[in-house]
């Protein structure tokens, strides 16, 4: 490996994806072998990339970058200029934006800053070498417009708890805790299946149901007894509250729109980093990777499959606590860093 590669994410914000794909997955070993990584925040005050460009290209010049999501149009003119002083250019990219500009259930603020970035994407698209994209299904949207576009799925970037938190059966005193800890944009997603999520919750007294949704919690889902609805975290107090958290059930229902089509398994990890068990959506891309009843449960839409599938989970907690177990090591397995450092270094010597 080239002991003196050097990769810089130009960043417009996107501090998840970048952290998940790259910085908290493949840096840390990179770095062990040789490899200077940096993030700079691409800032959108107006004429920012005026002001700081020479310093950036005084200290990154020949650099390999790491493009996520967008740029500022500013900075966007920048790079265009000076594209031949950098190495290897990458477009990461981990959600279907046009759809989401499209798609009538979503925020009406987060549709209008997807058109924003829609408009933007051919060019980061001209400026970059390789196009890379989180799930399969995203990646074949991109083919027709780039001539290199690669996958990387998820890696895991939490550590895996014990599953002590199954030695008890759930009950009225210490009643099992049922998770959804989707964003906004999954909030059509929930509604769907409110009516299996009331029901348990009127129909039993051994759950607690906690929603991270804050005041944009439906209704009808926050009236419920035993209903915790905590407000949404920044990225970083989510990672904090998600290594303390302990669930027994996630929930992780996704319709079929084309946002959702674009979608990667990262709610598996996720769920699997609280120490839960997940029922999933029976379509692309929880099919990939979920075996119904060893790792997880995969139900139709029907809100009837759902409740079923909260009983059964609910019902069988031996059966449940094996279930957590094999999605733990299935999450170490198909999360390993390790994968993620070998797909960015093998692009450290590419030229552009």
């Not at 062990?32 to 990154?60: D, E, M, P």
């Not at 009127?202 to 919690?217: A, F, P, V």
């Not at 990672?239 to 709610?267: D, M, W």
């Not at 997880?296 to 079923?308: C, E, H, I, T």
Request: hydrophobic fraction near 45%; glycine fraction near 8%; charged fraction near 20%.
């Amino acid at each position: 490996m080239n002991s003196e590669a050097r990769w810089v994410v130009l960043s417009d914000g996107g501090r998840p994806t970048e952290d998940i794909y790259f910085l908290e997955s493949a840096a840390p070993a990179l770095r062990q072998q040789g490899a200077t990584i940096n993030r700079v925040t691409a800032s959108r005050s107006l004429g920012a990339a005026l002001v700081h460009g020479r310093t950036f290209l005084k200290r990154y010049a020949g650099a390999n970058l790491l493009l996520c999501r967008s740029l500022s149009p500013g900075w966007l003119r920048w790079l265009e200029r000076h594209r031949n002083s950098f190495g290897y250019i990458v477009y990461l990219i981990d959600d279907d934006i046009a759809a989401a500009a499209n798609d009538p259930t979503l925020p009406a603020a987060y549709r209008q800053r997807m058109g924003r970035i829609v408009h933007l994407q051919p060019r980061l698209l001209m400026l970059s070498d390789e196009v890379v994209a989180c799930s399969e299904q995203l990646a074949q949207l991109f083919v027709a417009q780039h001539g290199h576009v690669s996958v990387l799925t998820p890696p895991l970037i939490a550590s895996l708890p014990n599953l002590e938190h199954f030695r008890l059966p759930p009950s009225a005193q210490a009643p099992w805790k049922i998770g959804f800890h989707g964003t906004r944009a999954h909030l059509t997603d929930l509604l769907y299946i409110a009516p299996a999520l009331t029901a348990v919750q009127q129909g039993r007294s051994d759950t607690q149901l906690e929603i991270m949704l804050g005041k944009h919690t439906p209704a009808q889902l926050a009236g419920l007894p035993r209903v915790k609805t905590p407000d949404p975290l920044p990225w970083q107090a989510f990672r904090s509250y998600q290594a303390s958290c302990r669930l027994h059930i996630g929930v992780a229902p996704l319709l079929e729109t084309p946002f959702n089509q674009g979608k990667s398994f990262i709610k598996f990890l996720d769920i699997t980093a609280m120490g839960g068990v997940g029922i999933y959506s029976n379509r692309y891309p929880y099919t990939e990777i979920v075996r119904h009843g060893e790792n997880g449960l995969l139900v139709d839409d029907a809100p009837k499959a759902w409740q079923a599938g909260l009983i059964q989970l609910l019902d069988n907690p031996e059966e449940t606590a094996r279930m957590a177990a094999q999605a733990a090591r299935d999450a170490f397995a198909m999360g390993d860093p390790q994968i993620a450092a070998a797909f960015w270094r093998l692009r450290q010597g590419r030229l552009s």
